[in-house]
């Protein structure tokens, strides 16, 4: 699933493409690709035709495009999926095999934006924005916590949540309510930049090691940014549909017995909530088991 930067480099292909634009008309070729809209395909179309497109936003996995007509204050809610891709074709393109939504725009620039998703788990949907919310942020997404990207971002904050949740440190960073936009891959990446195990207690980080690991998390998101993302197959692409470059940098995920950079030990997979976690043995040790008091310790004599 796209994280953070990924998303990002398609909320700037749609902030260049796509905000000013007025709608003409849409298309809803699959009722799954709309099945987040309560109204179904035909109020989904009809309650964007005419509507002008604003500025294109993001919160961590999440982009939206708010209205500059906001008397309604709705916000379409874009979400990725596995394999959605948000591209600007020209008019004339051959139709993508998993075309899904088309939105042709009132004017003369030869192009329409095309929802494509070969696995249906995206999908656009219609929402109120959250009442004065300057952005238009969808009230659907209201839960989902800043991203480590955002200058209002409380580092302070995460610290003591992090504290409180008595979890692992990874479950904490995949946690999107404590801090959005992280996913499996940068995780595994800013986990083995700050040396820790996946299965750190967070109740054992002290605030220089929980801001480390900020700052590494914000380092690898940059550094990915900066490249276009990672695309591992052709399901990630900007509005170009090109692909972003940053596989070639990765330090632990998808290495598995590759040399580790930093002390040349092979690295390791493991299965971790249905998915995999990939870190160095030697420079991310596991945490030693709690220590079970005897039972003559704990029981009343």
Known sequence: MPELPEVEVVRRGLERWVSGRTVAEVQVLHPRAVRRHLGGAEDFAARLTGRTAGVARRRGKYLWLPFDDDAAAESVLAHLGMSGQLLVQPHGAAD????????????????????????????????????????????????????????????AAFH???????????RALLDQSLISGVGNIYADEALWRSRLHYDRPTA???????????????????????????????LYVNVNGESGYFERSLDAYGRENEPCRRCGTALRRRPWMN??????????????????????????S
């Open 96 to 155: 993508e095999k998993h075309l899904r939504i088309r939105v042709r725009f009132a004017d003369d620039t030869g192009t329409e934006l095309r929802f494509v998703d070969q696995r249906t788990f995206g999908g656009l949907s219609l929402h109120d924005t959250v009442p004065g919310a300057a952005d238009g942020l969808p009230d659907a997404i209201a839960h989902i916590a800043l991203d480590p990207l955002d200058p209002a971002f409380d580092e």
């Open 160 to 170: 003591t949540a992090l504290r409180r949740r008595r979890t692992t440190v990874k």
């Open 204 to 234: 054992t980080l002290t605030r220089p090691r929980s801001a480390e690991l900020l700052g590494h998390v914000r380092e690898v998101m940059t550094a990915a940014l900066a490249v276009g993302g990672t695309s591992f197959d052709s």
């Open 275 to 300: 998915r995999s976690s990939y870190f160095c043995p030697r420079c991310q040790r596991p945490p030693r088991p709690a220590a079970v008091r005897p039972l003559s310790a704990r029981v009343p």
